[in-house]
């Protein structure tokens, strides 16, 4: 069974008397392990189908399977507690605790999920330990570079030890070379097992990627395996 399945996907929005197809008819399926970069321009369903797969949203017909769960049948606090469990996001705009040091801001996704004190420090220790931040866990957001706040955004998104990581232009708010430093990381965390879907609209960061799935108008317009991917060089 795959990891991720859509089937038939449709996400429509009725905006006054205009319906909106955002999604039409898509059907993908991921694999665990596998590294794949979702691309399209602006208007493509690029960003539907990232709420989708982050289960921020859920579909209009179609059926989502992930990791067996049938997502468009389940409530909001089901969906709350299957993102929590199973994805781990990275946004563009790190979206960290301003106020919290590093250790607070990985630490959140456990305190959601009920972990004990304990458990808490020791799994975002080794997470931050993970992502190269082990002498900056005591360091607050505005104490740190763009790229070690990035760092901190990626310990946070992994210290569920969800079944996917979940990439929203994570880049683009960086230089060329810490940018690649990030995507260094994410080469790394693929080859220890997870999954990755990073949503771009960048060639260039897709390119890091070993499968390449480009939307156009709200409909899969290709699907193709990487056969010449950027290997970072700190990888």
């Not at 790190?94 to 959601?112: G, K, M």
């Not at 070690?148 to 232009?169: C, G, H, K, T, Y």
């Not at 879907?197 to 897709?206: G, P, Y």
């Amino acid at each position: 069974m795959p990891l991720l399945e859509l089937k038939n996907i449709a996400r429509r929005y009725v905006m006054g008397t205009e319906t909106i197809h955002a999604l039409r008819d898509v059907s993908l399926c991921i694999e665990r392990g596998e590294y794949v970069a979702l691309m399209g321009p602006s208007g493509s369903g690029k960003s539907t189908m990232m709420n989708l797969l982050g289960c921020l949203d859920t579909p209009t017909a179609g059926d989502f399977l992930l990791n067996g769960n049938h997502v468009r049948e389940m409530d909001d606090n089901e969906l709350a507690e299957l993102r929590n469990r199973e994805i781990g996001f990275v946004f563009q705009s790190f979206h960290l605790l301003p106020r919290s040091d590093a250790l607070h801001n990985v630490e959140l996704p456990l305190i959601y999920a009920g972990a004990d004190s304990t458990q808490r420090r020791e799994q975002a220790l080794k997470v931050l330990a993970q992502v190269g931040l082990a002498e900056r866990v005591h360091h607050k957001p505005n104490e740190m570079s763009g790229g070690q706040r990035q760092r901190v955004a990626i310990a946070r998104a992994l210290v569920n030890n969800p079944s996917i990581l979940l990439a929203d232009e994570p880049t683009g708010n960086l230089d060329s070379r810490t940018g690649e430093e990030i995507m260094a990381l994410f080469e790394a965390l693929w080859k220890q097992g997870n999954t990755i879907i990073l949503v771009t609209h960048e060639e260039d960061v897709a390119r890091h990627a070993k499968r390449i799935v480009r939307l156009r108008d709200g409909l899969v317009a290709s699907d193709e395996p990487n056969l010449n991917p950027i290997i970072p060089a700190q990888a």
